[in-house]
Structures are given as structure tokens and as C-alpha cells.
Nanobody
Framework: QVQLVESGGGLVQPGGSLRLSCAVSGSIFSIDVMGWYRQTPGKARELVARIMPGGSVNYADSVKGRFTISRDNAKKMVYLQMNSLKPEDTATYYC?????????WGQGTQVTVSS
């Protein structure tokens, strides 16, 4: 059974940076789609970034040029480098694995951008 554990969230000032990590327990395959989503209270969970099996990536328009997603299948890790953070980036960030029709979520890590 695959489990995901996020880390790296915290409080950061506007303009600052954070790096989120997602550790995958169990098997991770090159065919898996890995992604980061975020959610704020009262709003639907939204896609932040996604990395496809072939390495191509998708980003939400709001984070393009500021966030970078990467994966290391050998280490079973997925990362989200977040630069030039804005208050509107404040949210709970979730790691996600898609394998066929199966979706696996982590427990989330809080990111707060505030002065």
C-alpha cells in the first residue's frame, strides 16, 4: 500500500522560499503521475503542479515561473520548490500520486506566507 508523507511547510515572509518534500512509502513506478495540490478553508482543492511519467510538467498559471516540481524515483521523493512566495500561496499543500484510476493523498503540510 502506497503512503505519502509531506514535510517542509511553515511560516515564511512574502518573497521568501520553501521546499516541500513528499516521501513515498511502498512502490513508486515511472508510470505514476505525481503532483502537488493545495487547499484553503471553504475552497476546493486545486492543482499546483504535476509531473507526468515522461517528465513533462504542468503548473497552475498562478505559480508558473515561481514553483518547480521534481521527482526522484530512486529515492521515492517528490519535491516542490516554491520561490517568490505570496500571501495568496497560503494553504495546506498535499502530495498526490495517480496510478491508473487510483488517487493517493498525503496528510498535507501547512504553508503560511505572511509578514
Amino acid at each position: 500500500q502506497v503512503q505519502l508523507v509531506e514535510s517542509g511547510g511553515g511560516l515564511v515572509q512574502p518573497g521568501g522560499s520553501l521546499r516541500l518534500s513528499c516521501a513515498v512509502s511502498g512502490s513508486i513506478f515511472s508510470i505514476d503521475v505525481m503532483g502537488w495540490y493545495r487547499q484553503t478553508p471553504g475552497k476546493a482543492r486545486e492543482l499546483v503542479a504535476r509531473i507526468m511519467p515522461g517528465g513533462s510538467v504542468n503548473y497552475a498559471d498562478s505559480v508558473k515561473g515561481r514553483f518547480t516540481i521534481s521527482r526522484d524515483n530512486a529515492k521515492k521523493m517528490v519535491y516542490l520548490q516554491m520561490n517568490s512566495l505570496k500571501p495568496e500561496d497560503t494553504a495546506t499543500y498535499y502530495c498526490n500520486l495517480q496510478r491508473g484510476g487510483t488517487f493517493v493523498w498525503g496528510q498535507g503540510t501547512q504553508v503560511t506566507v505572511s509578514s
